[in-house]
């Protein structure tokens, strides 16, 4: 079973990469696994992108500490197919994981959030994720692990520690994809970041002048995603043995797409 997944989609240009690519590449995969925190404007996700994302075909949808930042997440943020990191407190809005199936095959995606210059109150995604294994394990042997975190120790140590256990386990947020994809082990495919979809030229998918004021000046600038150059796509293709729930192969894709293919769409 093959899945493709895609880190943090930035805006417009992100969403833009993601349409491409999977329109030009319609029979590579079987399930889409797509990290939307920042797909609506740069912060959060509506109820429009939400809807454009489902019309394109993806399956699962990822999130982390931007998934709050447009209020009417609230309205959807319920759906099966949306997830928040499980880490937070049980009264909080939303699901940290799902079961789910396709082309008759059970799937587990978990969605957990480091805490390490993050967000120190979270539950420790450790303990969390020992706690949701124990029950989707029941379900099936296919589990998928977003870890949403800043720190790359954090990541391994969890890769580490969840090597066996999960199927992949792929790290979001930086934007910044790392070439460090492999088989862990015990069969757990391992990336410490998948990497942004959005504007190359960019700082991690923002206009470059706003935040290189914010360095110089060290004042509050207003951040705006950058549209106005060629976008790239990033994500990883990892195929998971349906019977085993082990990594049979993961593969980092990368692919600038220019002004001028995106005009094909
Ligand atoms: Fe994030």
């Given at each position: 079973m093959k899945f493709l997944i895609v880190g943090d989609i930035l805006g417009k240009p992100g969403r833009r990469a993601l349409k491409y690519y999977t329109v030009s590449h319609?029979?590579?995969?079987?399930v889409l696994l797509v990290?939307?925190?920042?797909?609506a404007g740069g912060f959060g996700i509506d109820r429009k992108v939400y809807e454009e994302l489902k019309s394109m075909g993806v399956d699962v949808m990822t999130s982390g500490?931007?998934?709050?930042?447009?209020?009417?997440v609230l309205e959807f943020?319920?759906?099966?197919d949306l997830l928040r990191?499980?880490?937070?407190?049980?009264?909080?809005?939303?699901?940290?994981y799902g079961l789910y199936e396709k082309r008759g095959v059970k799937f587990a995606v978990i969605n957990l959030m480091g805490r390490?210059?993050?967000?120190?109150?979270?539950?420790n995604p450790f303990h969390t994720f020992d706690r949701i294994y124990e029950e989707v394990s029941r379900q099936t042997p296919i589990i998928l692990v977003?870890?949403?975190?800043?720190a790359t120790s954090e990541k391994y140590a969890f890769g580490m520690y969840a090597d066996g256990r999960a199927s992949v386990v792929f790290g979001t947020h930086t934007h910044v994809p790392t070439a460090d994809q492999i088989i862990l082990r015990k069969g757990t495919g391992f990336v410490s970041d998948v990497g942004m979809s959005g504007c190359?030229?960019?700082v991690i998918g923002m206009k470059p002048e706003q935040i290189i004021n914010k360095f110089l000046t060290g004042m509050p600038q207003r951040y705006e995603v950058e549209e106005k150059e060629d976008v790239v796509f990033n994500a990883i293709l990892a195929d998971i043995?349906?019977?085993?729930?082990?990594?049979?192969s993961i593969q980092r894709i990368q692919k600038y797409i220019s002004r001028d293919e995106l005009k094909e769409l």
């Open positions: 319609p029979n590579s995969f079987d990290n939307v925190e920042n797909s500490n931007h998934i709050w930042d447009k209020k009417e943020i319920n759906s099966d990191p499980a880490n937070y407190p049980l009264s909080v809005p939303g699901k940290g390490v210059f993050l967000d120190p109150h979270l539950e977003d870890f949403h975190a800043e190359w030229y960019s043995d349906e019977n085993s729930g082990k990594c049979l």
